[in-house]
T-cell receptor, first 115, second 114 residues
Framework: AQSVTQLDSHVSVSEGTPVLLRCNYS??????LFWYVQHPNKGLQLLLK??????LVKGINGFEAEFKKSETSFHLTKPSAHMSDAAEYFC?????????????FGTGTRLTIIP | DAGVIQSPRHEVTEMGQEVTLRCKPI?????LFWYRQTMMRGLELLIY????????DSGMPEDRFSAKMPNASFSTLKIQPSEPRDSAVYFC????????????FGDGTRLSIL
């Protein structure tokens, strides 16, 4: 079984300051992990993915995430927030079990950027 | 490359009417997923297909919902009869290998049932 918990439903940061969006996962197998971003009235767009290669994953728009097996975490970070980063962010897990093509989505974190 | 294409983008209809949502996946992707997003329940998987065959429809709410994939480039999600509680944003996504490759999402259909 797989699950994902996004620890904050809403995060507010000032423009130019660091961003941290927290995610913990549970998986019976070696998981694949993803972060997606959703801007208003748009579909989900992939930010980055972890699939058992390097534990520090770099994505688009300056985002990165670190896979920490010991902590079962996959937190998303960005050194300096930009106004265009305001959106909903979803942490997603796939446990790579044979025959399991389904993703499990977190409940989302709404990121607000303060000018 | 064209992404996943959904139509219509917006649909407003009266309770009891039939609603058909359409999706064109990315060419070459063997998997197609239908999701529903609401404020209360978040993002829910309704059904997914592999090579045009439905694999898991356990998320389909009830018999009023049906989905088909007649060929590799087209899928429909139908609601008949529609009810106000079906109001949501419906997303289609496709993937080559969803166990370790990302799903690519369309921009969704915002459905309002009056």
């Amino acid at each position: 079984a797989q699950s994902v918990t996004q620890l904050d439903s809403h995060v507010s940061v000032s423009e130019g300051t660091p961003v941290l969006l927290r995610c913990n996962y549970s998986s019976s197998y070696s998981p694949s992990l993803f972060w997606y971003v959703q801007h208003p009235n748009k579909g989900l767009q992939l930010l980055l993915k972890y699939t058992s290669a390097a534990t520090l994953v770099k994505g688009i728009n300056g985002f990165e995430a670190e896979f920490k097996k010991s902590e079962t975490s996959f937190h998303l970070t960005k050194p300096s927030a930009h106004m265009s980063d305001a959106a909903e962010y979803f942490c997603v897990v796939s446990d790579n079990a044979l025959g399991n093509e389904k993703l499990t989505f977190g409940t989302g974190t709404r990121l607000t950027i303060i000018p | 490359d064209a992404g996943v294409i959904q139509s219509p983008r917006h649909e407003v209809t009266e309770m009891g009417q039939e609603v058909t949502l359409r999706c064109k996946p990315i060419s070459g992707h063997d998997y197609l997923f239908w999701y529903r997003q609401t404020m209360m329940r978040g993002l829910e998987l309704l059904i997914y297909f592999n090579n045009n065959v439905p694999i898991d429809d356990s998320g389909m709410p009830e018999d009023r919902f049906s989905a088909k994939m007649p060929n590799a480039s087209f899928s429909t999600l139908k609601i008949q009869p529609s009810e106000p509680r079906d109001s949501a944003v419906y997303f289609c996504a496709s993937s080559f290998d969803p166990s370790n490759q990302p799903q690519h999402f369309g921009d969704g259909t915002r459905l309002s049932i009056l």
